[in-house]
């Protein structure tokens, strides 16, 4: 049979048939027959059968660092009630709104967080009053 008579017979399979066949024969050439090959079928179909240059891989994408998280609460802690503890008593009723007896408690456990505050310039303020009547305060967040 000639070559004419099996590409004959070949083009009358169905697609998946033809295939088939296609692959079996690439399967049987050796390595240079396959790069011959190819050398032809580039240059009859104008088509590159093998990438000319390495695979370009873009760089890694640099991600954002994590959004800082605002701080949204700042807790007045007074740690000491100072020698003038009647004035430093006084303040922490004004801010509180507890009675004395509970006012006078809550200086003499000190340290102790004594309010919760929304707004940064507010704790400082009420900070600075508790200095001012003679005890040692501080603003955490």
């Known amino acids: 049979m000639s070559v004419s008579e099996m590409i004959r ?26 790069n011959a090959l190819l050398d032809k079928v580039e240059q009859r179909f104008g088509v590159k059968g093998r990438p000319e240059a390495p695979v370009f891989m873009p ?33 922490v009723r004004g801010m509180t709104g507890v009675g004395l007896i509970e006012a006078k408690a809550l200086v003499e456990q000190a340290p102790v967080a004594l309010k919760k505050f929304y707004v940064e310039s507010d704790a400082t303020a009420a900070k600075a009053l508790l200095e001012a009547a003679g005890g040692k305060a501080e603003v955490r967040s």
């Open 59 to 91: 760089p890694p994408v640099e991600q954002a660092p994590p959004p800082v998280e605002e701080k949204t609460e700042w807790v007045l802690w007074l740690l000491s009630g100072g020698e003038k503890r009647v004035n430093v008593i006084r303040e």
């Open 9 to 34: 017979k070949a083009v009358a399979l169905p697609q998946e048939e033809q295939d088939e066949l296609l692959i079996q024969l690439i399967d049987q050439l050796s390595v240079p027959a396959l």
